[in-house]
């Protein structure tokens, strides 16, 4: 069987695959940028558990209190010291990312505090977290005030109204660091260090927090070693590796993580406890993994880019710009685009493939959601997935593939589906 028979078993004609491989000739050297990236992290990542001597024992099942859990601890240190922090959080118990900012936030603002995005209106989840969007137990509930700075039309920091929202009460700054549902560019670790930099220099006690969902082992270093207090993330997202099936971690300064841990348990009790019912396998294995499965799914995203690029979508990034996330949105301009494209992602997917993604209400978020996701795991979105809201300018934003050949042939189903569908504007360009 060749390559190009192979495709076609999987639902992809000759005219889009022949298409793919013109562009992917147009890409290699973007590609050995990536691996090489990814070879940096896996030794920054083997480096860490080798300083911590994870052995067999860190493996093994802690029940109830899980008191004196070797793996837990050991699993902490090996995330602080990848992530350049004195402290970790890294548990089981955290139920996803926005639980995981949850905890980093409530933990850490009290009330009569203020909290400040300068960098916009926050992830869609947290717009609930916060008391934006009003919810029962909401930051705004508890006394928690929020601000907020809007970006400048070209995506850049405001530093004007950044400084003009700072004020007494500013306790804690959150910056997020990957676009999520909007199409403005996320950030470099470095922009995010510039912006630390500038808010502590007005304010040099306010805590920074760091959404770093989708941006871990992208760059070669992270947001906590630009001085950020706090950098969180969810573990169906990289650092998981697709292995780790629930999780959260907040790397940062102690004094922060510890409050974070007495937020999650109880006060008192705080990293004591937290059995890891035997799941710390998947999190070793799945971080072990994370660099090479974050490469995967950068070049699907870079993939992804160029092809709709060239075919009139606007794309976000751009194929040629630099990557801060593995997060790709593209424009499809219309309902029907989007869920053509959530089609061909979800055809080509291991688990699921036969279902059709429709539009729906999901907790959380204010307008319907589309989600493609056939994953192993339940929302993991390290697996191949697409999704967005059903709102101009109706993008989709397309992320993962736990391998970049799966990554592939699912933007290869998602061009067929909108050329089936006839919603490709210059289909005469494949
Ligand atoms: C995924 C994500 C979150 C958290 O989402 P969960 O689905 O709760 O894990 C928060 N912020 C950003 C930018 C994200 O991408």
């Given amino acids: 069987m060749t390559l190009l028979e192979t495709y076609e078993q999987n639902g992809v004609s000759k005219r889009i695959y022949d298409f793919g491989e013109r562009v992917l000739a147009s890409l290699r050297g973007r590609f050995e940028e990536i691996d090489r990236m990814a070879e940096l992290n896996q030794g920054k990542v083997l480096h860490a558990m080798q300083t911590h001597r994870v052995d067999a024992a860190c493996f093994a099942a802690t029940t109830g209190y899980g008191y004196d859990d070797v793996g837990r601890e050991r699993l902490e240190q090996v995330y602080a010291t ?151 993330g969810s573990l169906i997202k990289n650092p998981g590796g697709g292995l780790a099936p629930i999780g959260g971690y907040i790397c940062g300064a102690k004094t922060c993580v510890e409050r974070c841990a007495y937020r999650l348990s109880a006060p008192g009790l705080g990293q004591e406890v937290g059995a890891n019912l035997g799941i710390l396998p998947s999190f070793y294995q799945g971080l072990f993994l994370a660099p090479t499965v974050t490469a995967g799914a950068l070049k699907g995203a870079v993939f992804a880019a160029a092809c709709y690029e060239r075919l009139g979508f606007r794309v976000v990034p751009a194929s040629a710009e630099p990557r801060h996330d593995i997060i790709q949105a593209v424009e ?41 996701a056939g994953a192993f795991v339940q929302g993991s979105s390290i697996e191949l997935s697409a999704d967005g809201p059903i709102r101009p300018p109706y993008a989709v934003y397309f992320q993962g593939g736990l391998t970049w050949y799966h990554a592939k042939l699912g933007i290869l189903r998602s061009l067929q589906s909108m050329a089936d569908a006839g919603l490709l504007p210059e289909p005469e360009i494949l």
């Fill in 82 to 232: 990848i992530f350049g922090a004195e402290a970790a959080l890294v548990r089981p118990q955290i139920t996803c990312g926005t639980h995981a900012l949850t905890v980093a936030l409530s933990a850490n603002l009290l009330p009569g505090d203020e909290l400040l995005s300068p960098v916009g209106l926050p992830y869609d989840t947290l717009q609930e977290v916060i008391g934006i969007q009003p919810s029962p137990c909401s930051l705004a509930e508890y006394g928690v005030t929020y601000r907020q700075a809007d970006l400048l039309p070209d995506g850049s920091f405001d530093y004007d109204a950044i400084r003009a929202a700072i004020n007494e009460k500013t306790k804690l700054i959150t910056i997020q660091r990957s676009k999520g549902y909007a199409t403005r560019p996320s950030f470099s670790v470095a922009q995010i260090g510039e912006l630390i930099a500038f808010c502590k220099s007005i304010k040099p006690d306010v805590l920074v927090m760091v959404d770093n969902c989708y941006g871990e082992f992208v760059e070669p270093i992270e947001p906590t070693e630009v001085g950020a207090d706090m950098c969180v």
């Fill in 332 to 372: 499809l301009g219309s309902e029907a685009g989007m869920r053509a494209f959530c089609r061909g992602i979800q055809a080509a997917a291991p688990v699921d493939s036969y279902v059709e993604p429709i539009p729906w209400a999901m907790p959380g978020y204010e307008d319907e959601v589309i989600m493609a």
